[in-house]
């Protein structure tokens, strides 16, 4: 959200939440939340997803990211639900509307579970070729998992609607996805979180930000041994959209057949089928230098709007 709504790059018009880290009423609480504390509240709308899994039972993720989905700081400002713009389910339906105010012109980034992503393209799938590309944080290769050995959380959540949304025809060459094997490379090193801190002890968001950094360097350590400090995912699927070369990301991906495993012991597991020239574009390259100069130069403009 920081760096859709902060880098000139992009303009954010529009917020969903689905279930995943915390039930859906949590997660639309932290969106609402994190809205406000990025100055976007009255610009971009949140829009609540789904509640639950396309077919499967629902599962959460208390152990990493707390029972609130977004534990760790005090600083959050104070958001109720009925802040958000629709009622529960009401993402699809606003993703909907916004692809067609901007067709062939929408980046749609999915960092959570995919279930919103897969309602869409069996309610619409007229739209779908109205996106300009989709992104998408999930999965893992080499890697492997890290919710199970094989699988990565938000895929293992709801193996069914990744598997609908990587092997639709109509999105997989316009379909970009960061993987574990490229996030756990995005490490807050104390060295970045003092710069996301700042001189002064920073603004309140900074101090926000370096809280939950440590939050979560605690229990990525505590549960995946990271010790020199905790992986960054879900930025790097924005970042992965910012192909021009004058960003200096030096971005490189491979194109795959992609499935997900649905049944066994292996169950969301991201299989590569093989190289496409119309597959899945695969994040395997950045500069994660100039990643991190993004995430700063995104808090220095938020800050020079307040």
Request: no cysteine.
């Given at each position: 959200m920081l760096l859709a709504a902060h880098l000139p790059q992009f303009d954010l018009v529009g917020i969903s939440t689905v279930y995943g880290n915390a039930p859906l009423s949590r997660t639309t609480l932290n969106a609402l939340a994190l809205a406000e504390a990025f100055a976007v509240s009255s610009t971009a709308r949140v829009w609540p997803g789904a509640d639950?899994?396309?077919?499967?039972?629902?599962?959460?993720?208390?152990?990493i990211h707390g029972e609130s989905g977004l534990d760790g700081t005090t600083?959050?400002?104070?958001?109720?639900?009925?802040?958000a713009a629709g009622p529960v389910g009401s993402a699809v339906a606003a993703l909907a509307a916004a692809i067609e105010a901007h067709a062939g012109e929408l980046y749609v980034v999915a960092t959570g579970t995919l279930t919103n992503i897969a309602r869409l393209a069996?309610?619409?799938?007229?739209?779908?070729?109205?996106?300009?590309?989709?992104?998408?944080?999930?999965?893992?290769?080499?890697?492997?998992g890290n919710w199970t050995k094989f699988a990565e959380f938000n895929i293992w959540c709801d193996?069914?609607?990744?598997?609908?949304?990587?092997?639709?025809?109509?999105l997989?060459?316009?379909?970009?996805?960061?993987?574990?094997?490229?996030?756990?490379?995005?490490?807050?090193?104390?060295?970045?979180?003092?710069?996301?801190?700042?001189?002064?002890?920073?603004s309140y968001v900074r101090r926000m930000l370096y809280e939950l950094l440590g939050f979560f360097a605690k229990t990525y350590r505590d549960h995946f041994?990271?010790?020199?400090?905790?992986?960054?995912h879900d930025p790097l699927a924005v970042a992965a959209l910012l192909t021009d070369e004058s960003t200096g990301l030096g971005l490189e991906f491979g194109e795959y057949e992609l499935d997900v495993v649905l049944e066994g012991e292996r169950v969301g597991e991201t299989v590569k089928i093989g190289?496409?020239?119309?597959?899945?574009?695969?994040?395997?390259?950045?500069?994660?230098?100039?990643?991190?100069?993004?995430?700063?130069?995104?808090?220095?403009?938020?800050?020079?709007?307040?």
């Open positions: 639950k899994p396309l077919q499967r039972a629902l599962s959460n993720a208390p152990e600083l959050l400002p104070k958001a109720t639900l009925a802040d069996t309610d619409r799938p007229d739209l779908l070729a109205q996106i300009k590309h989709l992104g998408i944080m999930g999965g893992g290769f080499a890697e492997g193996p069914e609607a990744a598997r609908t949304v990587l092997r639709h025809p109509a997989a060459g316009r379909t970009t996805i960061v993987t574990l094997d490229m996030s756990h490379q995005a490490i807050a090193t104390p060295e970045v979180q003092a710069r996301v801190l700042g001189s002064s002890e920073g041994g990271f010790d020199a400090g905790p992986p960054v190289p496409s020239p119309k597959g899945v574009k695969v994040l395997e390259k950045i500069n994660m230098e100039r990643f991190w100069e993004l995430i700063y130069e995104s808090l220095d403009n938020l800050e020079k709007t307040r």
